[in-house]
């Protein structure tokens, strides 16, 4: 039986919040993915691109790599790669970080070397090209999918968006995919997507953490982890492994009416989770206080549970009962306002003289008032 695994978009590198312990979980689930594999005695591994959040990762980040790697060297389980858009950036002679990791077990598809023969199985691979590039995408696709046709189980590897499933950007359009590939190891997209595709499958593995808050719905939905695949079977089949390590997110919506309410069922959620130190994106809604009340409310009662927590505000301000100018009684204002009562007549003729453009009587008469006061 001939199984592999396929994982991507890592990020390795990452600081989301600019927060030390947001680095460490992307590596820490990284660690986690490379152990779940080795317990699934895969024969190679494929990873689909982002392996790194920067071009120009720093040595920890290499670090982190490496000692990961090194694990899957140790059992003999090689690791086949392509770069995505944040392992590269697009200048002549520029080359990809997983280079420097050949030593490691990682072979780089999609640069001078586009697929490699692994046992009698194709795998090929081309580096991420963005939209722009589409027609040179293509030729490069076409060509991989006619070297496969020589080969009876085949792979290919791609960091690219389809139209399908992300279709306000994209790379890709999935009439465009080939049809003869046993299985497409497709990443960019950091959701968990299978789609049936000619002979074989196409999946997006997901990225391994959050990476932003905007994929925490689909998190909630589907997890996050790495594929298992059995390409022995005709289509072959999926094992999804999720992995455990992940932070908790907690992506709410709360009504200014209901605040109370919700936020202590946010609470509760928080107490009765035994994983990390969670992160809540609270988006604040309706009519009510002013920002400046709710985030002292919301610090007071989540500072200490969570990491971090983001909150957006809509609120509307409350509605008021016009009042006529001629209704008010301004003699009355100021002596509300104004503790002392002799400066808050002396405000009032200085407000009644202003009002009526008498600048010069106005300054005589502070003047006059200021000398009085400070005798």
């Known amino acids: 039986m001939v199984t592999f695994a396929h994982i991507s978009d890592t990020h390795l590198g990452y600081r989301q919040f600019n927060l030390e312990e947001r680095e460490n979980d992307f590596y820490e689930v990284f660690s986690e993915a490379v152990d779940k594999i080795i317990e699934k005695k895969v024969d190679f591994v494929v990873h689909s691109g982002d392996l790194f959040e920067h071009f120009k990762s720093p040595p920890r980040t290499l670090l982190n790599a490496i000692e990961n790697l090194r ?27 997983q280079a420097l990791l050949s030593y490691f077990g990682v072979t780089l598809l999609g640069g001078i070397r586009n697929y490699i023969e692994h046992d009698g199985i194709f795998v090929g691979g081309i580096r991420y090209l963005s939209k722009y590039y589409s027609a040179a995408l293509l030729d490069q696709i076409n060509e991989l999918s006619d070297k496969a046709e020589a080969y009876e189980k085949r792979i290919l590897l791609l960091h690219e968006a389809v139209d399908r499933f992300l279709p306000f950007n994209f790379e890709l359009q999935f009439d465009d995919l080939p049809r003869n590939f046993d299985y497409l190891a497709m990443g960019h997209i950091h959701k968990r997507i299978k789609a049936e ?12 953490e959050v990476w932003r808050s905007d994929e925490v719905s689909s998190f909630e939905k589907l997890g996050k982890g790495i594929n298992i695949i059995d390409l022995d079977k005709k289509p072959p089949t999926i094992q999804i492994v999720d992995l455990e390590t992940i932070r908790p997110f907690y992506k ?25 130190e969670p992160i809540a994106i609270i988006k604040i809604h309706g009519k009510g206080m002013d920002a400046v009340t709710y985030n002292r409310i ?3 009662s989540l ?35 104004i503790e002392d009562s002799s400066k808050a007549k002396f405000a009032y003729e200085l407000f009644k003289l202003l009002s009526v453009g008498d600048t010069e009587q106005a300054i005589k008469f502070s003047e006059t008032f200021f000398e009085e006061e400070w005798e």
């Open 303 to 337: 500072g200490a549970l969570t990491l971090t927590y983001r909150v957006n505000f809509e609120l509307t301000p409350e509605s008021y009962e016009p009042v006529s100018i001629e209704s008010l009684n301004f003699e009355d204002l100021f002596q509300k306002s």
């Open 71 to 97: 694990k899957l060297k140790e059992e003999n389980i090689p690791i086949y790669s392509i770069p995505g858009n944040h392992d590269i950036i697009m200048r002549r002679g520029a080359i990809p970080p």
């Open 197 to 208: 595709l000619g002979r074989g499958i196409l999946a997006y593995a997901g990225s391994t």
């Open 298 to 300: 919301l610090e007071e």
């Open 252 to 276: 709410v919506e709360i009504s200014t009416e209901d605040f109370d309410e919700e936020l202590e069922k946010i609470l509760k959620k928080i107490e009765q989770s035994k994983k990390k």
